[in-house]
């Protein structure tokens, strides 16, 4: 018999969520793989087998086990479109919002986005890590096991490096793996009011090497990400910063279409983008694209909720095109403060029409291509990483059909629990 390090028997359903040759598109995405009565082995923190739990069993012995108890096994969640870290709150423009005022009036009013940048750039990396720790704590407890994190809160050159590090030290502190991305084209900072132009010159001149710097410095790969939206960077503005950060060896994302479709999306496409997030009012020719190539499309179904709009990500209509579609929490202080990708599930399965199968896939599977990760989490492959949770039901279909309450019995990060 084989030796192992850990072996999850009796487990109820083992949602595996295949994919080993990339995402699942169209049609496809919802396949879960379910093995009941199932078992999971890992060797050196990866998955060496998956399968019954009695064939199992007998082929291997291990230095661990762990009876599920007929409980549901499902990857961990993978959160590809997150802001954090952050300093500081935004509940008083919330209240601003429940009295009507829209998320661009207070923008454009010095709040919004720039409040936040005021409370980061007065903050020191270690007030930056200590404060975001606990929201690293809490993504863990609900069942995150890797994440993005993206700048953006600094829009200067000195503060978004700061930001930088402090993702850095947080990936170095926490057990959640994190994919960083560099934002500073996430708002017109105030010093460059009116004047956008010069400021995405400083971007494409100054910044972006600065990154790249960081990247050679550090030996980590950085995804470049630009919110293009009317009122913030247009398209010609986008295609700039987004064609010098390829040129400079980051990899590409895009915000578009959150409330004006400006072709962020076909240009996310057209670059080779990894992924387009937001995905609200995308035009039909969009979705296409979308259904014609590799970029996977992002719902952030906490965002419009957050704001109480009615409008969400288009899914039936991207997954009718061929697209691929992943979920992720948009975790941030303005609009949507969720920790929790079990809440963006029950979202998707309300507002976006998922079923709690395509929301499952597309909160693991899928979320992992989306930060280019695919090859090494996201389902419970032999040879992936082994990010598994326990859930405390027997059905994965609990996922999305309850909400407000923690699923997650159990949390196992490279074959260690690291959560119970």
């Known amino acids: 018999m084989a030796q192992v390090d850990l072996l999850i028997h009796s487990a109820g359903q083992v949602c595996v ?18 093995i009941e009565n199932g078992a999971v082995a890992v060797r050196d923190g990866k998955i060496v087998a998956v399968g019954d739990t009695a064939v199992l069993q007998a082929q291997y012995t291990a230095a ?60 020191s990396v270690e007030a930056l890590v200590a404060a975001n720790l606990q929201r690293l704590d809490a993504m863990l407890h609900y069942g995150t096991t890797s994440m993005e994190a993206k700048t953006g809160y600094g829009l200067s050159l000195d503060a978004e490096i700061k930001l930088l590090d402090t993702i850095l030290a947080l990936d170095d502190l926490h057990a959640i793996d994190i994919t960083p991305t560099f934002l500073p084209a996430h708002a017109v900072p105030a010093e460059y009011h009116g004047r956008t132009d010069d400021y995405v010159n400083l971007i494409i001149d100054d910044m972006l090497p600065a990154g790249a710097e960081w990247m050679t410095r550090n030996g980590r790969a950085l995804f470049c990400d630009v919110f ?22 980051y990899g590409l994302k895009v915000h578009a279409d959150e409330f004006v479709g400006l072709g962020g999306t076909r240009l996310a496409v057209e670059l080779g983008a990894v992924s387009a997030d937001h995905l609200v009012e995308t035009p039909a020719a969009d979705i296409a694209a979308l259904g014609a190539g590799d970029t996977i499309a992002v719902g952030l179904p906490g965002t419009p909720f957050g704001l109480g709009h009615s409008q969400y990500t288009p899914a039936k209509a991207i997954l009718a095109a061929g697209g691929a579609l992943a979920l992720a929490t948009d975790c941030n202080p303005g609009t949507s403060w969720c920790e929790s990708m079990q809440m963006v599930i029950a979202l998707a399965c309300r507002y976006m029409g998922l079923t709690q199968a395509q929301a499952l896939a597309a909160a693991t599977l899928n979320s992992a291509h989306a930060i280019g990760r695919g090859h090494e989490i996201g389902s419970l492959e032999p040879g992936k990483q082994a990010d598994i949770l326990i859930l405390d039901v027997d059905d994965y279909r609990q996922l999305g059909y309850r909400y407000g309450v923690n699923l997650v019995q159990t949390v196992i990060k490279k074959g260690n629990v690291v959560n119970a």
Request: proline fraction near 6%; include cysteine.
């Open 64 to 123: 661990a086990t762990i009876n599920a108890h007929g409980r549901c096994l499902i990857p961990g969640f993978v959160d590809p479109h997150t802001h954090i870290p952050w300093a500081g709150d935004r509940a008083g423009e919330f209240e601003q919002r429940l009295a009507g005022a829209t998320y661009m009036e207070i923008m454009a009013a010095g709040g919004g986005i720039m409040s936040t940048v005021r409370q980061v750039r007065a903050a």
């Open 228 to 249: 293009c939206e009317e009122g913030v960077f247009d398209l010609p503005q986008t295609r700039r910063i987004l064609q010098r950060a390829k040129e400079l060896g």
């Open 17 to 34: 969520v295949p994919g080993a040759d990339g995402p699942q598109r169209g049609a496809a995405l919802g396949e879960l793989g379910l």
